[in-house]
Nanobody, 122 residues
Framework: QVQLVESGGGLVQPGGSLRLSCAAT????????IGWFRQVPGKERLGVSC????????YYADSVKGRFTVSRSYAENSYYLQMDNLKPEDTAVYYC???????????????WGQGTQVTVSS
């Protein structure tokens, strides 16, 4: 059974930091492009970043560029999203997803995690 599990979300003040994890079972993350997405109630799910398969480059949405950083641990079969200088606008449920490429459409990803809540508030 393939499973992606996000963790590390929580409540943080503006300007603070959080580190999210995406741990995989049933697949080897090295073989997949990995995207981070976020969604707020009533809004569409939007891409945050995408890391190309086979240790390829990572691309970031303009809204998070310079503040968020993706890292990988193939030994732990996990991806991480380091979020710094968080803003209230970053409040959302964050998801990781795996697919064959950094696809433009959400339905082109094969596997999704359950999401983890990030709340940025003073």
């Amino acid at each position: 059974q393939v499973q992606l599990v996000e963790s590390g979300g929580g409540l943080v003040q503006p300007g603070g930091s959080l580190r999210l994890s995406c741990a995989a079972t049933g697949i080897r993350l090295h073989d997949y492009a990995i995207g981070w997405f976020r969604q707020v109630p009533g809004k569409e799910r939007l891409g945050v970043s995408c890391s190309r398969r086979y240790e390829g480059s990572t691309y970031y949405a303009d809204s998070v560029k310079g503040r968020f950083t993706v890292s990988r641990s193939y030994a732990e079969n996990s991806y991480y999203l380091q979020m710094d200088n968080l803003k209230p606008e970053d409040t959302a449920v964050y998801y990781c997803a795996a697919g064959s490429s950094c696809a433009a459409l959400l339905d082109e990803y094969d596997y999704w995690g359950q999401g983890t809540q990030v709340t940025v508030s003073s």
